[in-house]
Nanobody, 125 residues
Framework: QVQLVESGGGLVQAGGSLRLSCAAS????????MGWFRQAPGKEREFVAV????????FYADSVKGRFTISRDNAENAVYLQMNSLKPEDTAVYYC??????????????????WGQGTQVTVSS
């Protein structure tokens, strides 16, 4: 019974900040690479950020680089996404997901085994 539960979404003005959380249960959290993805209405789900098992490496989509920060706390079985300087184009449902590559990380949504239900982020102009 693996569960990933996102929280922290909401409505913010452009330029504002939001911190998303994802609480994991039912899996050996530290064995998974964790990623954040987002999906806007009518759009494909897109990669946002990923963090390796021990938090040693991160990688971001170009669209969010320098504005978003992914982090994790293995003791708390949680992964976070700090979003700063938000833009209207960041509006989407944000999902956390768990992957277990043999090494490194992957950015393809289909590679991820487990997904949360998503949390809505709306950025007004």
């Amino acid at each position: 019974q693996v569960q990933l539960v996102e929280s922290g979404g909401g409505l913010v003005q452009a330029g504002g900040s939001l911190r998303l959380s994802c609480a994991a249960s039912g899996l050996a959290f530290s064995t998974y690479v964790m990623g954040w993805f987002r999906q806007a209405p009518g759009k494909e789900r897109e990669f946002v950020a990923v963090i390796t098992r021990n938090g040693g490496s991160t990688f971001y989509a170009d669209s969010v680089k320098g504005r978003f920060t992914i982090s994790r706390d293995n003791a708390e079985n949680a992964v976070y996404l700090q979003m700063n300087s938000l833009k209207p184009e960041d509006t989407a449902v944000y999902y956390c997901a768990a992957d277990r590559p043999s090494y490194g990380f992957r950015v393809q949504a289909y590679s991820y085994d487990y997904w949360g239900q998503g949390t809505q982020v709306t950025v007004s102009s």
